[in-house]
C-alpha cells in the first residue's frame, strides 16, 4: 500500500487486520490535523503505537473514536524502540472497551469463527465462562442480558470472531410410522450434520408445513430413510400434518 487513502471510506481496524493477517511488516501512518497516528505491525504482531505523543493502546482509542484522515502503508519499515508485542485481537478488545456499545444484529446462537485465534487471546476468568456459553450455544439474546456478556459478545462481533451459527435445513416428505409415539424421526446422517453444526444431537426440531405452520416436536434418528420424515399417526392428527406433505425441517 503506498498511495494515500481516506479512514472515511474504511473501517480502520479492519484495516489493520487485513494487514496483520497478511503477515505484513512495516507502519500504517494516518496524517490528522492534530498529529500523526502510526501503527507498527510485524508479522502477526503489533509491536508499536503512537499518536502524536500518546503511546499504547490509548493512541488507538484516540484514533477509533475519531477516524478520519489520510492514510499510507509504508512496507517494511520497523520502529526502533517498540513498545509493544502483542497479539492485534488482545489489542483491539482492549481498545473496543473505550468505544460505544454497538447492538448486535442477531440474537441467536454465535459460533466462533476462529477457534485458532481465541485460543491466542488472554482470556479472564468471565470472559471463559462467556465463551463457554456460547460453545454451549445459548442464544445471544439471553446471553446479552448480562452486561458483561452482551459487551464481550459486541467486540467478538466488531473483531469478526463470532458469526451467526446456521443450521441446515432439509426438505423432507411425511411418511406415517407406528414404530414410534411421541417422536418423528428423520435419517440418522442429517441428525449426524445437524449434530456438528451444533456441536450436540437435536433433541426437537422445527417442521414448517407449506401452509406457513411451525410445528416444534421431538426428534430421533433413524437408518435408511432419505428425504423422508416418519410421524406417528398421533402427531399428524395433532398437526394437521399428512402422509406426503413436503415440509422444512430444521433443529429446534
Not at 499504547?56 to 477516524?67: E, F, K, N, T, V
Not at 463457554?132 to 458483561?148: A, F, G, W, Y
Not at 449426524?192 to 426428534?219: F, I, N
Amino acid at each position: 500500500m503506498t498511495k494515500t487513502a481516506n479512514l472515511e471510506t474504511f473501517d480502520f481496524l479492519q484495516l489493520l487486520y487485513l494487514l496483520s493477517e497478511q503477515g505484513r511488516t512495516g507502519a500504517l501512518t494516518v496524517q490528522r490535523a492534530d498529529g500523526p497516528f502510526q501503527a507498527f505491525l510485524e508479522g502477526h504482531r503489533v509491536r508499536h503505537l503512537q499518536f502524536a505523543a500518546q503511546t499504547g493502546i490509548p493512541a488507538l482509542i484516540r484514533l477509533l473514536l475519531d477516524p478520519h484522515g489520510g492514510f499510507r502503508f509504508d512496507e517494511g519499515v520497523v520502529h526502533p524502540n517498540p513498545l509493544l508485542n502483542v497479539n492485534l485481537d488482545d489489542v483491539a478488545l482492549e481498545a473496543l472497551d473505550a468505544l460505544p456499545e454497538v447492538p448486535l444484529p442477531f440474537g441467536g446462537p454465535v459460533k466462533l469463527t476462529s477457534p485458532e485465534r481465541a485460543a491466542r487471546i488472554r482470556w479472564g476468568l468471565k470472559d471463559q465462562a462467556i465463551l463457554k456459553q456460547i460453545e454451549l450455544q445459548r442464544p445471544v439474546s439471553l446471553l446479552s442480558q448480562d452486561p458483561d456478556a452482551r459487551r464481550l459478545l459486541q467486540k467478538l462481533h466488531q473483531i469478526r470472531l463470532i458469526a451467526p451459527r446456521k443450521s441446515r435445513v432439509a426438505r423432507l416428505s411425511v411418511a406415517v410410522t407406528r414404530e414410534v409415539q411421541g417422536v418423528v424421526v428423520v435419517d440418522d446422517l442429517i441428525l449426524k450434520r445437524w449434530k456438528e453444526d451444533m456441536l450436540r444431537p437435536p433433541q426437537t426440531v422445527a417442521v414448517r408445513a407449506d401452509d406457513g405452520l411451525v410445528h416444534t416436536l421431538s426428534v430421533r434418528g433413524g437408518p435408511n430413510l432419505s428425504n423422508t420424515l416418519l410421524v406417528p399417526a398421533e402427531l399428524l392428527m395433532r398437526t394437521g400434518l399428512r402422509a406426503g406433505d413436503s415440509v422444512l425441517v430444521r433443529p429446534a
